[in-house]
Each structure stands twice: as C-alpha cells, then as structure tokens.
C-alpha cells in the first residue's frame, strides 16, 4: 500500500497496472490510483521460461477489447486465464507457490 501511495501522482486513468502483490485486492489499489485499468495476477515460476500458469483478475471496467490485448501481451509468460479474485489465492498455493519448491531441482 505504501507503494501504490508512492506512485499515486504518476498514475493516469489511462495508465494499465499489473499488481503482483498477494493480499491487496483490486479494490484497495482503485481506492488510492486514479486508474480503473487494474489487473491482478499470479505469475508462478515457470512463467521464467513461458510455461507458466498464470490466473489473472480484472477490476470491473475492462472491456473484452482489452483484456485480448492484455492477454496478447501476457501469453508469452506461458497459459494465461482469467478468474475471479476470490479464487486467485487458491491458485498462488496450487499453481505458483508449489512449484517453486522443486524449482532447484
């Protein structure tokens, strides 16, 4: 939250944000950003070489024309899917956290 406060001034309504961080849900980053292009994602450590399995979350204003560009942009990373925010943690555990327990093997 102390980041988003930080970057607040240069923030546009048109500016897209791609929030990584756990925890902090769409609503909270749109109560401090004047942008309403907000995504949230999990990427998992496979995403490193683009065979990740990444779930995404939009806030409401996306329109299908931009979440196909985003997603354009977002499938070099590997399977990318949108989903709902409650469901996102469950998907860190499964699919982003498990794996970077075996990553060093």
């Given amino acids: 939250m102390k980041t988003l406060q930080n970057i607040k001034d240069a923030v546009t309504g048109s500016t897209v ?9 769409l609503e909270k980053i749109a109560a401090v950003l004047s942008t309403k292009k907000l995504v949230r994602m999990v990427p998992n450590a ?9 779930p995404v979350v939009f806030f409401w204003e996306w329109d ?3 979440k196909k560009k ?10 990318t899917f949108e ?6 943690e469950s998907y860190a555990i499964v699919s982003a ?4 327990y075996f990553w060093f093997q």
């Fill in 70 to 79: 985003l997603f354009k942009l977002l499938k070099k990373l590997g399977k």
């Fill in 97 to 100: 956290m498990l794996p970077t």
């Fill in 17 to 25: 944000v791609i929030s990584l961080a756990p925890k902090i849900t």
């Fill in 64 to 66: 299908e024309q931009g």
């Fill in 83 to 88: 989903t709902d925010e409650a469901k996102l």
């Fill in 46 to 54: 496979t995403s490193f070489i683009n065979e990740g399995f990444n």
